[in-house]
């Protein structure tokens, strides 16, 4: 008897998480990480595209650039819209960015991230 018990035990937990996991959204900033995937700002070069992650005003690449982040940058996420996400520069070049406003915020392409955590 103490084996079923124990086992229904666990199985009653082992669900209590599935349904907690699968309820509970994303809370904006909980999901952090890095720039990955460029080439380093030794080969910047705004005009060509090199050395820096595209930030733009809407999930796409057909909508405005107004920003840059860098190689090695930390950003949190924010929001996802399929393989774009909504980001905020943390710490890094970004913060003094060879082009366009500092610590900037927008979307960017998901796989030139490398993130973590409870994300959207």
């Known amino acids: 008897m103490k084996f079923t018990k124990?086992?229904?035990?666990?199985?009653?937990?082992v669900a209590a998480i599935a349904l907690m996991a699968s309820t509970v959204p994303a809370l904006a900033g909980d999901c952090t990480g890095y720039v990955v995937g460029v080439k380093p700002v030794s080969h910047y070069n705004h005009a060509s595209g090199a050395g820096f992650l595209a930030v733009r005003s809407g999930p796409g690449s057909n909508y405005a650039q107004h920003g840059e982040l860098y190689l090695g940058d930390e950003i949190s996420v924010w929001d996802r819209n399929g393989s774009w996400y909504y980001?905020?520069?943390m710490s890094g070049r970004c913060t003094q960015p060879y082009w366009g406003q500092p610590t900037p915020q927008g979307w960017v392409y998901g796989k030139y991230l490398s993130i973590g955590g409870v994300c959207p």
Not at 6 to 13: D, G
């Open 6 to 13: 124990r086992k229904l035990t666990r199985s009653a937990l």
């Open 87 to 89: 980001v905020y520069c």
